[in-house]
C-alpha cells in the first residue's frame, strides 16, 4: 500500500503530542503548581470530548472539522472518536495515575507516541504480512524504535534517569516495556465481543504499570 501524504502529516503531527509527557516530567521541575498540568490536560480532554460528540450530532460542526481536520485524519476517524483525544485522554490518565512517577508517564508516552508513528508509517508503506488490521512489518518498526529510545535518546534527556542513579535504563525495563507496547499496539483490546478499548488510551497505562512493577522488583 503506497503511503500517503495524509498519513505522513497525520503521523507528523503526533509528535506535537510529544508536549504532553515533556509538561508532565517537567512542569514540577520548573516550578509549575502541582495540578497545573492535570487540570490543563482533562480541560484539553473535555472539550476534545465536547468537540467529537458535537460533530457527531451537528453536520455544521462535523463539516467544520473535517474541513480544518479531515486531511489529517484517517477515513474511519470521520465516524469515531479520532486518535488524537485518546492520546489526550492517555496523557490526562498518566499525569494522575503516575504523579510519583512523571519520568515513567514522560517514558510511556513518548514510546507510544513515537512507537505507534513508526509502526503505522512502515505497516503502510512496505507491510506484506498481515496480522488483523496491523502488519508484522509495523510491529518490528515500532519494538525497534522503542528500543532507540530506550537506549539512545533517554539517557540524554535531563534528569529523566536520576531515580535509578544511573546512566542507562535497567535492561529488564527497556526489553519488557518495548514488548509490552509493541504486543498491546498490535493486539485489539477487546473486554468485550462488541467493546474494543482504544489502544492510544490503553497502551501507555498498561505499559507505566508494567515499567512500575518492574522498578520495584529492580529496586527492591
Same mark, same amino acid.
Given at each position: ?5 495524509? @498519513? ?7 509528535? &506535537?503530542?510529544? !508536549? ?10 520548573? /516550578? ?8 490543563? +490536560?482533562?480541560?484539553?480532554? $473535555? ?5 467529537? %460528540? ?9 463539516? %467544520?472539522?473535517? $474541513? &480544518?481536520?479531515?486531511?489529517? =485524519?484517517?477515513?474511519? @476517524? ?12 492517555? %496523557? ?12 515513567? /508517564?514522560? =517514558?510511556?508516552? #513518548? +514510546? &507510544? ?5 513508526a509502526a503505522a508509517l512502515v505497516g503502510i508503506s512496505i507491510g506484506r504480512i498481515k496480522i488483523g ?5 509495523? #510491529?518490528?518498526?515500532?519494538?525497534? =524504535?522503542? !528500543?532507540? !529510545? &530506550? ?50 488510551l490503553a497502551v501507555p497505562i498498561i505499559a507505566g504499570y508494567v515499567m512500575i512493577g518492574l522498578e ?5
Amino acid at each position: 500500500m503506497e503511503l500517503s501524504r495524509e @498519513e505522513i502529516r497525520r503521523k507528523l503531527l503526533h509528535l &506535537f503530542a510529544l !508536549l504532553m509527557p515533556i509538561g508532565i516530567f517537567y512542569g514540577p521541575k520548573w /516550578s509549575f503548581p502541582p495540578l497545573l498540568i492535570p487540570v490543563f +490536560l482533562f480541560s484539553l480532554f $473535555t472539550v476534545s470530548i465536547i468537540v467529537e %460528540a458535537l460533530r457527531f450530532r451537528i453536520p455544521k460542526i462535523q463539516k %467544520a472539522v473535517l $474541513t &480544518f481536520f479531515g486531511s489529517m =485524519m484517517r477515513k474511519e @476517524e470521520h465516524f469515531i472518536v479520532s486518535g488524537w483525544t485518546w492520546v489526550i485522554g492517555a %496523557a490526562f490518565l498518566c499525569s494522575v495515575l503516575f504523579k510519583p512517577h512523571a519520568h515513567v /508517564s514522560f =517514558m510511556v508516552l #513518548s +514510546l &507510544f507516541i513515537i512507537g505507534d508513528a513508526a509502526a503505522a508509517l512502515v505497516g503502510i508503506s512496505i507491510g506484506r504480512i498481515k496480522i488483523g488490521r496491523k502488519t508484522l512489518e509495523g #510491529s518490528i518498526a515500532c519494538l525497534i =524504535m522503542c !528500543l532507540f !529510545l &530506550f537506549y539512545a535518546v533517554f539517557p540524554l534527556v535531563p534528569g529523566l534517569l536520576e531515580i535509578w542513579g544511573r546512566k542507562s535504563v535497567p535492561m529488564p525495563i527497556i526489553w519488557i516495556t518495548s514488548m509490552v507496547i509493541t504486543i498491546f499496539e498490535l493486539v485489539p483490546l477487546k473486554i468485550a465481543p462488541k467493546l474494543t478499548i482504544n489502544d492510544n488510551l490503553a497502551v501507555p497505562i498498561i505499559a507505566g504499570y508494567v515499567m512500575i512493577g518492574l522498578e520495584k522488583l529492580i529496586i527492591n
